[in-house]
């Protein structure tokens, strides 16, 4: 069974940071880009970042370019986001997804392409 658990979320001042966590199991890590979105109360889901498989090439939503990175560590299964400079626009759910095979470009950070999702974590960036 794909399971993928998401974690590191919290309450923290803006300007802070935080490091979530995105534990897979139950498939071949290897062979799945993963790719962290959020959605905040009211808002539709939204596409973070994104680490390809294989060549492992990233990607990142215009609004957080600067501030967060994303990494994956395949032989631990996980995929980290790293979260600095953080706003209380970024106050959201944040969830992992997985998708098997090879993602374009364009489709990276579209929630409709990805086949497995975790159940999230809660971020809060109080104003």
């Known amino acids: 069974e794909v399971q993928l658990q998401a974690s590191g979320g919290g309450l923290v001042r803006p300007g802070g940071y935080l490091r979530l966590s995105c534990a897979a199991s139950?498939?071949?890590?290897?062979?799945?880009?993963i790719a962290w979105f959020r959605q905040a109360p009211g808002k539709e889901r939204e596409g973070v970042s994104s680490?390809?498989?294989?060549?492992?090439?990233?990607q990142y939503a215009d609004f957080v370019k600067g501030r967060f990175s994303i990494t994956r560590d395949n032989a631990k299964n996980t995929v980290f986001l790293q979260m600095n400079s953080l706003e209380p626009e970024d106050t959201a759910v944040y969830f992992c997804?997985?998708?098997?095979?090879?993602?374009?470009?364009?489709?990276?950070?579209?929630?409709?392409?990805?086949?497995?999702w975790g159940q999230g974590t809660q971020v809060t960036v109080p104003a």
């Open positions: 997804a997985a998708h098997l095979g090879f993602m374009v470009t364009s489709a990276a950070l579209n929630p409709e392409y990805y086949d497995h």
């Open positions: 139950g498939f071949n890590f290897a062979d799945y880009g």
């Open positions: 680490v390809r498989r294989f060549s492992g090439s990233k």
